[in-house]
């Protein structure tokens, strides 16, 4: 056989079954062979298309006032909640662990109807910046801006006849963001889902001359059952729920329009969160807008790995590691995720 007729046939083959052939005789082998990039660890990783490194990590943090020792969180195994005299040396110990960004939640021993602690310059809110920017200047502190974990109701804002208000929380969300941002925050991040938040924050900071301070928006944010763990560890469960202002978890085409309205109103990072349910939001956000986008791997999807670990269901690791290059190739460029500290100190 001429090569000319072995070559004619091996795309004719090409053409009927979708794999090109070299026919040689009666046998025919592969002239495409996908497996050749995968015969070393080298070559793997030199066509490796999606890669997951420190850079890309945010470690969230519980920080409790008023206590002696760490409480651990029995819904999340390992993380737990920091005494605030311990703050300073935990800061550290993270830096070196080669995290570099984190986001602090305040359990809060002073709570009341307005979250008015958080409002304070010698609040929960404002101490704990200030401690972990004295500790490690370098270190990017980001501080969720929120009321959840100040209120005795639970609920992110401001609440009157049973429903929490959009707009009188919208001012207390604008003080609470300045409030952070003097105490040291490098960057807010508002979580409320409040209609309008990203715009009251951006005016409000702007107006305070802090204008370079930027803002993560928790932007497509679902009512999800994956928080679940989070609210023990931050201690803002409630009687109720916050559907009617996050969103249904059913709607991925409001998901986008949320997005899309916090980067009109000034956003500089879009998050997605939760993370797995929602990586069909994540792939489409990412063809809809040129911002970087966050995605926040939730406690409940943190102790879902954990629990199935810990019953030898599944390589811990290895799964941390698939789930987060999910992240990764559907279009997020950061991933907050309590794993952090652990995948930074092993270098990922």
Excluded: W
């Amino acid at each position: 056989m001429s090569s000319d007729t072995a070559f004619f046939l091996a795309q004719k083959a090409f053409g009927n079954h979708g794999r090109a052939v070299y026919v040689s005789g009666m046998a025919e082998t592969p002239l495409i062979r996908p497996r050749r990039l995968r015969r070393t660890e080298a070559l793997r990783t030199m066509v490796r298309e999606t890669s997951v490194g420190p850079d890309d990590l945010i470690y969230p943090l519980f920080v409790e006032e008023e206590i002696d020792a760490p409480v651990p969180v029995k819904a999340m195994p390992g993380v737990v909640r920091l005494p605030e005299k311990h703050l300073a040396k935990e800061i550290k110990a993270i830096q070196a662990d080669g995290v570099k960004a984190i986001m602090m939640f305040g359990v809060s021993h002073h709570k009341d109807a307005t979250g008015s602690n958080s409002l304070k310059s010698d609040g929960l809110l404002s101490r704990m910046i200030k401690r972990a920017k004295d500790a490690s200047p370098e270190l990017v502190v980001i501080a969720d801006i929120c009321f959840c974990e100040y209120t005795d109701h639970g609920h992110c804002g401001v609440v009157e006849k049973g429903a929490v208000h959009n707009d009188k929380t919208l001012v207390n969300l604008a003080q609470q963001a300045v409030m952070a941002v003097r105490a040291g925050a490098d960057m807010v991040a508002p979580s409320a889902m409040m209609d309008g938040q990203v715009r009251a924050i951006r005016h409000a900071l702007d107006d305070a001359g802090m204008e370079d301070a930027p803002i993560m928006a928790y932007s497509s944010k679902m009512a999800s059952a994956f928080y679940g763990p989070f609210r023990s560890a931050a201690g803002c469960s409630l009687k109720g729920d916050r559907k009617d202002y996050q969103m249904d978890p059913m709607n991925g085409r409001e998901a986008l329009r949320e997005s899309l309205l916090d980067e009109a109103e000034g956003a500089d990072i879009l998050m997605v969160k939760p993370g797995l349910a929602y990586l069909d939001v994540l792939a489409r956000l990412r063809e809809k807008t040129l911002l970087p986008i966050a995605v926040y791997q939730v406690s409940g999807e943190y102790a879902m790995i954990k629990f199935a670990a810990q019953a030898g269901a599944l390589d811990e690791k290895r799964i941390v590691l698939e789930t987060l290059g999910a992240f990764k190739r559907a279009g997020a460029d950061l991933i907050l995720t309590y794993f952090a500290r652990e995948l930074a100190r092993d270098g990922v």
